[in-house]
């Protein structure tokens, strides 16, 4: 049986600490309107994540944790 290329995290199982570093990351990256403070660039992800429209990811071969759409 194969292993599924990444895991899912539950975000609610994340520290405030830990799941705001993780958004921090990603919002800082691009895609989004340059005059978008960071805090707002986190709010509109947290927004995505309580309506299940992204969600958070960790690749077990690279160790790196992710944010992606849902399918």
Do not use: H
């Amino acid at each position: 049986m194969d292993e599924p290329e990444t895991l899912e995290i539950p975000y609610q199982q994340l520290s405030p600490e830990a799941l705001r570093g993780i958004l921090e990351e990603y919002a800082t990256r691009g895609g989004f309107e340059a005059d978008t403070s960071i805090d707002s660039r986190i709010e509109e992800m947290m927004e995505k994540l309580r309506q299940k429209k992204i969600k958070i990811v960790f690749d077990p071969k690279t160790g790196l944790t992710n944010v992606a759409a849902r399918k």
